[in-house]
């Protein structure tokens, strides 16, 4: 395509390239403030008695905790010049319960990008898989980040 | 507290599961969750930069909405059901001062390789009726006898 956006190239270019490995300690007083942020006050959380009488054997953190993985704090500048970036959609798939305790292996790579045409000009959808993996090897949930990249429009706030 | 959670015989396509109501919320909601999620992107609480970056005004934070449709899940699957998959998509601005209503519908039940699955359509809904966060989820819960 001759008028290929440099944007999309750059973002094609980086399919299939894995992330380097993050590894995250899940720590009881992360999984405290993040429940309470929501107001979440499930006994499976939190109170160690009854959780251990459950089939979970055991506290266990909120599936969604796998939000909190990979953060950096923020802000900070996007220095790729003219872009706006949005958080257009995620998903999550569960396998195992998170647990206080647990040492979580994380890496993500671009699996797929595609332009499109939209109110404010050319914009480009990329989905980013990551994958999240327990200290012993059993990978407890993949999630799914869409994002929607816009071309020249740079977003103040990320400066 | 939370319940045993539903049986699977008892969930019916068309059901409506128990809504979560959340807000009005607060900027200090908004902070907290900043904390929780350690992002502090700045569009979230300084209304400032949020004019500045085109916005109204400050906007609640999509993983805020996504947690709490899953707060609502969890409610309701309790002891016995299990979340097995969720996604939503970030269509609509939410500000500070609306109040959220998460809600779920039953779309699909199956059983498939010894679980029972039930599928939903989940989304939140402000005070002004939009539906900003749709969704779906996909859980699975026990029989009555192995409840």
Redesign the interface.
């Known amino acids: 395509m001759a008028d290929e956006s440099p944007i999309l190239e750059q973002l094609r270019s980086e399919i299939g390239k894995k992330s380097p490995p993050r590894s995250e300690e899940v720590e009881k007083g992360?999984i405290r403030?993040?429940v309470?942020?929501?107001?979440?006050h499930?006994?499976?959380y939190e109170d160690e008695e009854f959780a251990r009488k459950?089939?979970y054997k055991g506290e266990i953190a909120?599936?969604?905790f796998v939000?909190?993985f990979g953060?950096?704090?923020?802000?900070q500048p996007d220095t790729r010049a003219g872009r706006s970036m949005?958080?257009?959609?995620?998903?999550?798939?569960?396998f195992q319960s998170i647990r206080p305790g647990d040492m979580i292996t994380h890496t993500s790579q671009l699996v797929d990008v595609k332009e499109r045409m939209g109110r404010l000009g050319r914009m480009f959808i990329s989905i980013r898989e990551t994958r999240y993996v327990n200290q012993r090897g059993e990978t407890v949930a993949i999630g799914?980040g869409?994002t929607i990249t816009h071309e020249g429009r740079a977003?103040?706030?990320?400066k | 507290?939370?319940g045993k959670g539903p049986a699977f015989e008892d969930v019916k396509v068309g059901d409506e599961i128990p809504r979560l109501v959340?807000g009005p919320v607060t900027l200090q909601?908004i902070v907290?969750?900043c904390?929780?999620?350690?992002?502090?992107?700045?569009?979230h609480y300084d209304e400032a930069?949020?004019k500045?970056?085109?916005l109204p005004g400050c906007i609640i934070q999509?993983?805020?909405k996504?947690?709490?449709l899953?707060?609502m899940l969890?409610?309701w699957l309790g002891?016995?059901g299990?979340?097995?998959?969720?996604?939503?998509?970030?269509r609509g601005m939410d500000f500070p001062g609306d109040t959220l209503t998460c809600r779920g519908r039953v779309t699909n039940k199956y059983a498939k390789g010894g679980e029972n699955y039930v599928e939903l359509e989940i989304w939140t809904e402000n005070q002004r009726g939009e539906k900003t966060t749709p969704?779906t989820a996909i859980v699975s819960l026990r029989s009555k006898s192995s409840r």
């Open positions: 992360a403030r993040f309470n942020a929501l107001g979440d499930n006994p499976l459950s089939r909120p599936p969604l939000i909190t953060r950096q704090r923020r802000p949005i958080n257009a959609g995620t998903e999550y798939e569960f799914r869409t977003m103040e706030a990320r | 507290m939370i959340v909601d907290e969750w904390g929780a999620e350690e992002d502090y992107l700045n569009i930069v949020a500045a970056a085109g999509g993983y805020f996504c947690g709490m899953g707060r969890t409610d002891e016995t299990t979340l097995k998959k969720t996604g939503v998509s970030y969704g």
